[in-house]
């Protein structure tokens, strides 16, 4: 699967903002996807991932009740709403995909990956 990540920007304490991760081919629905940030000098870390049906959704603690994952299998997308956006939110978001059971938070399992899309929030 081929993944493209768009929609990141600049924005203001407290604004919002939605990623999108566009996958190319048929099998959208076999993958688990995840959204993940970096910042510089510091390790890819998880925000947020969605099951292959979309019926179960996790969070990392410091997204929780702000942002929300979700996916589109007629548009093969899987989306990051971000609301009430905080300067430690800046970095550069990925989106990435996983055939698996269980739920992962790990970036090295996840074999496939868009390139990053920056989001920088002001102060």
């Known amino acids: 699967v081929q993944l493209q990540a768009s929609g990141g920007g600049l924005v203001q304490a407290g604004g919002s903002l939605k990623l999108s991760c566009a996958a190319s081919?048929?099998?959208?629905?076999?993958?688990?996807m995840g959204w993940f940030r970096q910042v510089p000098g510091k390790e890819r870390e998880f925000v947020a991932g969605i099951s292959q049906s979309g019926g179960s959704k996790f969070y990392a603690d410091s997204v929780k009740g702000r942002f929300t994952i979700s996916r589109d299998f007629a548009e093969n997308t899987a989306n990051l709403q971000m609301n009430n956006l905080k300067p430690e939110d800046t970095a550069v978001y990925y989106c990435?995909?996983?055939?698996?059971?269980?739920?992962?938070?790990?970036?090295?399992?996840?074999?496939?990956w868009g390139q990053g899309t920056q989001v920088t929030v002001s102060s």
């Open positions: 990435a995909a996983r055939v698996g059971i269980v739920r992962s938070t790990t970036p090295s399992e996840y074999p496939y």
């Open positions: 081919g048929r099998t959208f629905s076999r993958y688990d």
